[in-house]
Nanobody
Framework: QVQLVESGGGLVQPGGSLRLSCAAS????????MGWYRQAPGKQREWVAR???????NYADSVKGRFTISRDNARNAVSLQMNSLRPEDTAVYYC????????????????WGQGTQVTVSS
């Protein structure tokens, strides 16, 4: 069984910074891509950033230039450094691991973390 655990959320003032981390555990053989999504109250979950297995990174326009995604393949982990935070960044942030293959099954599945709350407010 694969599990994703996020950490690092909290309350921060506008203009501040937070760093989110996510680690995948289990009998993992490979992960195609890892990324972050967020869901604000009353809104649909939206994609924030993605780090592929080839090393490419992509960002939503709303966070480009402010957020930086990084990945540690050896630890099956991904982080999101969030700078210049705005009230509209307030949301529950979710980590996603795409096309995960385990040592016991070559059938790929996607997995999600449980979410971590980020609140940007003065």
């Amino acid at each position: 069984q694969v599990q994703l655990v996020e950490s690092g959320g909290g309350l921060v003032q506008p203009g501040g910074s937070l760093r989110l981390s996510c680690a995948a555990s289990g009998s993992i053989f490979s992960i195609s891509a890892m990324g972050w999504y967020r869901q604000a109250p009353g809104k649909q979950r939206e994609w924030v950033a993605r780090f592929t297995s080839s090393g490419s990174t992509n960002y939503a326009d709303s966070v480009k230039g402010r957020f930086t995604i990084s990945r540690d393949n050896a630890r099956n982990a991904v982080s999101l450094q969030m700078n210049s935070l705005r009230p509209e960044d307030t949301a529950v942030y979710y980590c996603r691991a795409e096309r995960v293959r385990t040592v016991t099954s070559s059938v790929p599945y996607d997995y999600w973390g449980q979410g971590t709350q980020v609140t940007v407010s003065s």
